[in-house]
């Protein structure tokens, strides 16, 4: 299940946003070579990624920013420049850019700082922009849950396009990761759930001063839990259906 596109374009042009993502891809650019070295690779992990049992001992603190710049390959970097062109747009529009700046760049810190409660002697590299995207994910649950998100759902060969709420897709992948937070050894590597757990969790309270500020609960219902802005009509909602064949 992939979200690929909301209804709710922003009322200005997102240049934080744009630039957050241009810079994430031109970072990536510039250590891909080292894909084919796996050694140098993980020598440049060690040098810039995120090292809990590091950050425990009182070493390593860069770490929490400059991993937030760093993917593990295209498939990482491309899941999370899709979920930040999402929501990263009317999360700027009220924040304004600098603030949506500041903010993108705390709900990372607490999340690298989540992860490094949860797996304080791991010594596994944790690298990628999830926890900070994730915060603006929790900002957009809280601010907008009723815009519409576009999901592509893919089963085997079932391909379909449906319309959901906001806070029914961010819930289900919140979950997702608080469960798999639960089931998941943090020290091993892998998913870092804890980290997007955190950085989700994190997003909403950075919020919160926003959202009284913006009138409360008096925001919501002004703008029918939508961004303030006109919806977006797209010609096509779905996909055809391919059916497997008897």
């Known amino acids: 299940m992939f979200p690929f596109r909301d209804h709710n374009p922003s009322g200005r042009t997102?240049?934080?946003t744009y630039a957050l993502i241009a810079v994430n891809i031109a970072v990536f650019l510039s250590y891909w070579h080292l894909f084919a070295d796996p050694r140098a690779l993980n020598n440049f992990y060690f040098q810039y990624a995120l090292i809990p049992a590091a950050v425990s001992?009182?070493?390593g603190f860069?770490?929490?920013f400059t991993s937030m710049f760093l993917h593990g390959g295209l498939m990482h970097l491309g899941g999370?420049?899709?979920?930040?062109w999402i929501f990263g747009d009317n999360m700027e529009d009220e924040m304004g850019h600098l603030g949506f700046l500041a903010f993108y760049i705390m709900a990372g810190l607490l999340a690298g700082f989540v992860h490094v409660v949860f797996a304080p002697g791991s010594a596994v590299?944790?690298?990628g922009a999830s926890g900070a995207i994730a915060g603006v994910m929790g900002g957009y649950l809280l601010l907008f849950p009723r815009a519409k998100v576009d999901i592509l759902l893919i089963i085997v060969i079932f391909f379909r396009v449906f319309t959901l709420p906001a806070w029914i897709m961010l819930l289900i992948w919140f979950g997702m990761q608080f469960f798999g937070g639960l089931s998941a050894d943090p020290n091993t590597g892998g998913v870092a759930?804890?980290?997007h757990a955190g950085g989700f969790v994190a997003g909403i309270a950075l919020t919160f001063?926003?959202?009284l500020r913006?009138?409360?609960p008096r925001f919501w219902h002004t703008n029918d839990f939508h961004p303030p802005h006109p919806e977006a009509k797209y010609d096509r909602s779905s996909i055809p259906t391919i059916r497997r064949r008897r």
């Not at 999370?80 to 930040?84: E, P, V």
């Open 80 to 84: 999370n420049m899709l979920f930040l």
């Open 209 to 211: 001063p926003l959202f």
């Open 193 to 195: 759930y804890w980290a």
């Open 125 to 127: 590299p944790t690298v």
């Open 62 to 64: 860069e770490g929490l």
């Open 57 to 59: 001992t009182g070493q």
């Open 214 to 216: 913006l009138g409360g």
């Open 14 to 16: 997102p240049f934080v």
